[in-house]
């Protein structure tokens, strides 16, 4: 199912909320469940790179499609349980209605991976 390509059908008051609030100029984030990329969109013009992974290979797939302009983004099939990413390689994480979708007792191991993600300060 593709989503609605108009963002105030996609998002809600608190997902703007929340990326108007997180300072990402100039900075390296990693959105956990980016779903379509929709996050990505309203931050693409102010981070210098943004990494979107999701486990769903439908949603990469769309998200790539629809925001290819933008050449600071990529989208990338990863399961964030199954596989680790380097450490101190972001400057500021992000997981939007991810935390809910987790297997149950998991969520530990998933902070702990953002703690080692995450620079120093971020």
């Known amino acids: ?5 108009n963002l105030k059908q ?3 008051g608190r997902h703007y909320a929340c ?3 997180i300072d990402y100029t100039g900075k390296k984030v990693l959105n956990i469940g980016c779903g379509n990329g929709t996050f990505e969109y309203l931050a693409a013009n102010k981070a210098k790179e943004i990494v979107g992974i999701d486990i769903k290979y439908e949603d990469i797939l769309q998200a790539k499609e629809e925001y290819a302009k933008f050449k600071n983004v990529n989208f990338v099939e990863f399961n964030l349980l199954e ?3 380097p ?3 972001a400057d500021v994480v992000t997981m939007f209605d991810v935390i809910e979708h987790l297997p149950k007792d998991s969520e530990p191991e998933i902070l702990k991976k953002i703690y080692k993600i995450l620079k120093e300060n971020g």
């Open 87 to 89: 450490e101190n390689s």
């Open 10 to 12: 996609r998002l809600s």
């Open 1 to 5: 199912m593709r989503y609605s390509l």
């Open 19 to 21: 990326a108007e609030a």
């Open 83 to 85: 596989k680790d990413l």
